[in-house]
């Protein structure tokens, strides 16, 4: 994981870290496995702008009452990262799942670029 410089946020600017990424190609479309600890499913946000596909998560760091953190190594509050997605890519077959901090998101080729099998006439 990686720090990200500063990404706008309306007047402020704020430091957020650019998740490790595993881009994976198929035949039928694309994966993305990024790693996302401390975010929960209710403060991800994966938004499709344009061309752009855009992860973010806020890090949620919960420590019961009776407990201090003494050493914190992730201080940055929030992941993000933004991909251009090919024009190959069908922007309504988009899916994400997140568990155990690893974030999949699924996008599909659009059928005309498939690869498809041809049949061979004759003899």
């Given at each position: 994981?990686?720090?990200?410089?500063?990404?706008?946020?309306?007047?402020?600017?704020?430091?957020?870290?650019?998740?490790?990424?595993?881009?994976?190609?198929?035949?039928?479309?694309i994966t993305l496995l990024a790693d996302m600890p401390g975010?929960?499913?209710?403060?991800?946000?994966?938004?499709?702008?344009?061309?752009?596909?855009?992860?973010?998560?806020?890090?949620?760091?919960?420590?019961?009452?009776?407990?201090?953190?003494?050493?914190?190594?992730?201080?940055?509050?929030?992941?993000?990262?933004?991909?251009?997605?090919?024009?190959?890519?069908?922007?309504?077959?988009?899916s994400a799942h997140l568990e155990q901090g690893v974030l999949?998101?699924?996008?599909?080729?659009?059928?005309?670029?498939?690869?498809?099998?041809?049949?061979?006439?004759?003899?």
């Amino acid at each position: 994981m990686t720090a990200y410089p500063e990404v706008s946020r309306g007047d402020a600017r704020q430091p957020v870290f650019r998740p490790a990424v595993d881009v994976l190609e198929d035949s039928t479309g694309i994966t993305l496995l990024a790693d996302m600890p401390g975010v929960a499913k209710d403060k991800l946000q994966v938004q499709l702008e344009g061309d752009s596909l855009i992860i973010a998560g806020d890090v949620q760091l919960e420590l019961p009452e009776e407990l201090q953190a003494t050493h914190v190594e992730f201080r940055l509050p929030r992941y993000e990262c933004a991909f251009s997605l090919s024009h190959e890519l069908d922007r309504n077959g988009i899916s994400a799942h997140l568990e155990q901090g690893v974030l999949r998101v699924r996008i599909d080729k659009l059928a005309q670029v498939k690869p498809k099998r041809i049949a061979i006439q004759g003899s």
